[in-house]
């Protein structure tokens, strides 16, 4: 996780967004503003300029941050339909204990608790916010054989995983290889509830995933989307809807440096991946 940033978010209200990722989550504010004209002009979303955004860190003081910033969200917007980024991945103490607490809580449970196809120490659940957002709540129980995770250090502790819906996996991992030098295990199938179900199929479909992540760490997952997945809809000028960017600390040439706990001072640089999602590189130690 040593590369793994932040994930930008998009809502209506940062405001209200980040109030119930503290009252939820346990979350802890810890930055808000407005976006500058440069960190726009950067995410090649002019109109984002000015806009309200507010940042989060988990209670563990992990530095991966959620930043929620201001941003319409097309009515044609469709979770877990279109290709980008699809979901973040909180690890937690106890899914079941974080499955309870939730349950009268503003986030609709879209999948409850279980362990993964073919790996049974890793037991998620998946809910969906008001924002449209899908957010994977992860107990983890023990390391699977091709990567290092984490234990949660507060009851649901920091983004551990970025999802990423692609419609050619072998093409994307090779990007990620190329550009950010990461790589992973073989690609494997598993049944996915929560994307069946999106797309009408099967519950014991099986779906294509690979997990990438740099130095033993593993922090990206790709998920071959079926053929229906189309690009996400986005207002001219605005971010994509839902889970806009992912911020991985790496090299950045050509990059302009901004301010807040983010960045910490250092140059960023956004690129895009085969299917247009905005992937963040900043220059970090």
Sequence with gaps: MRLLRAATLVTPDPDATA???QHWFGYRSMETGRISPALAESWAAPAMAGRRYHVLAPASDAPVYLR???????????????????????CVQDVQTVFAKLQDSPFTIIGPPKALDGAPAIWPMQVQGPDGEIVFLTEIRADEP???????????DCLFIAVLACADLAATRAWFADHLHLSGGPDFELAYTTLSRAFALPATHKHKIAVLGHAGDAFLQLDQYPPEATARPTITGELPPGIAIVSFAGPASHALVHGG?????????VLRTPDG?????????
């Design 19 to 21: 109030a119930r990722y």
């Design 68 to 90: 929620f910033v201001e941003g319409a969200i097309p009515g044609s917007y469709r979770p877990l339909r279109t290709l980008g980024w699809g979901a973040i991945e909180l």
């Design 146 to 156: 091709h990567a290092r995770l984490p234990r949660a250090a507060a009851a649901i």
């Design 261 to 269: 706990i983010i960045y910490a001072g250092a140059a960023s640089e």
């Design 277 to 285: 999602a905005l992937v963040e590189r900043i220059a970090l130690p």
